[in-house]
Structures are given as structure tokens and as C-alpha cells.
């Protein structure tokens, strides 16, 4: 496995940051919420659990919250999933290989990755339908990096997660 230079580690950044610049959290589901949520808590737990959330762009979400996260967008609702994924993919391209000991890499191309023994995975889809195009296109990008740099599971991942359904937006309409 070769390292991705500081170039190809920038350009996909960048494309993160301009294709999601403007998405914000709402009624998402938030990141201490999916902690109660793990563990069938109460309505009150949820409303404590939001509080400690107080980011509303992505681009706050602190590096140290998304580490100790790794699972929670298995639990995210399609509106936190999309305020959340452009936060763990910049920080998967950041991390993925500085053995930080969080799994949180190996989680993000998991939860882009459509699960092959069902003919529709109707809740990960569901969760890929509120991308617009741009989005998917840099969502490709960054699986393709994940492919050629990253451990053998998540490029086992991320070479899934473009054959079955990513792939088809790296290319641009026009080109």
C-alpha cells in the first residue's frame, strides 16, 4: 500500500469541502444521540444527548469527537448522515493511515458500501438518494482513494461500494 501524496490527500479534501460546503445539521440526527439511540434510551436522553451537540456546520465537527464516534452513522437518520459523512470522510483522508486506533475509517467506507446479498438495501439507499450529484461524484472520489490507499478491509470496502453503486458518478456528464 502506497501512502496518497499531500496532493491527492488535498484534492479530495477540497472537493469535499466545495461540494458539502454548504450543508448544514438541522433535525439531523446528532452524534451523542446516536450513542442513546445504540442503546434503546429515552426521549429525555435523547434531548440531553442533542444538547451536547452544539455544532451546526460539519466543518466544526471536532476530529477528536469523529475518532471517538467510529460507529455512530450506522445510526444517524438520511439528514444527519448527510451533515455527517463530509466530516468523516475528510477525516478518514486525513487519519485513515496515522494509526490514530479508531475504527472510524474502516466505518465510513463501510457505510458507503451497499450491502451485496440484498437486491435493494433500502436503508442504506435511502441514505444515498438525498446526495445531489456533486456530492456523489466527490463521495466517488474519496472511495477511490480508500480503494488504492487504504488497508486491505476497507479497500476490500471501497471497491464494493464503487462497483455496486458509487462508481457510476465519478465521471463527469460532460467529459
Given at each position: 500500500?502506497?501512502?496518497?501524496?499531500?496532493?491527492?490527500?488535498?484534492?479530495?479534501?477540497?472537493?469535499?469541502?466545495?461540494?458539502?460546503?454548504?450543508?448544514?445539521?438541522g433535525e439531523g440526527t446528532t452524534l451523542h444521540e446516536t450513542e442513546v439511540l445504540?442503546?434503546?434510551?429515552?426521549?429525555?436522553?435523547?434531548?440531553?444527548?442533542?444538547?451536547?451537540?452544539?455544532?451546526?456546520?460539519?466543518?466544526?465537527?471536532?476530529?477528536?469527537?469523529?475518532?471517538?464516534?467510529?460507529?455512530?452513522?450506522?445510526?444517524v437518520d438520511p439528514a444527519g448522515f448527510r451533515y455527517y459523512i463530509p466530516a468523516?470522510?475528510?477525516?478518514?483522508?486525513?487519519?485513515?493511515?496515522?494509526?490514530?486506533?479508531?475504527?472510524?475509517?474502516?466505518?465510513?467506507?463501510?457505510?458507503?458500501?451497499?450491502?451485496?446479498?440484498?437486491?435493494?438495501?433500502?436503508?442504506?439507499?435511502?441514505?444515498?438518494?438525498?446526495?445531489?450529484?456533486?456530492?456523489?461524484?466527490?463521495?466517488?472520489?474519496?472511495?477511490?482513494?480508500?480503494?488504492?490507499?487504504?488497508?486491505?478491509?476497507?479497500?476490500?470496502?471501497?471497491?464494493?461500494?464503487?462497483?455496486?453503486?458509487?462508481?457510476?458518478?465519478?465521471?463527469?456528464?460532460?467529459?
Amino acid at each position: 500500500m502506497r501512502p496518497p501524496s499531500d496532493i491527492e490527500r488535498r484534492r479530495v479534501i477540497d472537493g469535499i469541502e466545495q461540494a458539502f460546503g454548504n450543508v448544514r445539521r438541522g433535525e439531523g440526527t446528532t452524534l451523542h444521540e446516536t450513542e442513546v439511540l445504540d442503546d434503546y434510551g429515552s426521549d429525555q436522553e435523547l434531548a440531553a444527548a442533542r444538547a451536547l451537540d452544539i455544532d451546526t456546520r460539519w466543518q466544526d465537527v471536532a476530529d477528536e469527537l469523529i475518532a471517538e464516534h467510529s460507529g455512530a452513522l450506522c445510526f444517524v437518520d438520511p439528514a444527519g448522515f448527510r451533515y455527517y459523512i463530509p466530516a468523516y470522510m475528510r477525516w478518514t483522508v486525513k487519519y485513515f493511515d496515522a494509526g490514530t486506533g479508531s475504527e472510524s475509517a474502516l466505518h465510513t467506507v463501510f457505510v458507503l458500501t451497499p450491502n451485496r446479498r440484498f437486491q435493494e438495501d433500502g436503508a442504506k439507499l435511502e441514505r444515498f438518494r438525498v446526495f445531489s450529484r456533486d456530492e456523489s461524484r466527490v463521495i466517488c472520489e474519496f472511495l477511490r482513494l480508500m480503494a488504492e490507499h487504504a488497508d486491505f478491509s476497507t479497500q476490500v470496502l471501497a471497491t464494493n461500494a464503487l462497483e455496486d453503486y458509487w462508481g457510476r458518478f465519478c465521471q463527469d456528464p460532460s467529459e
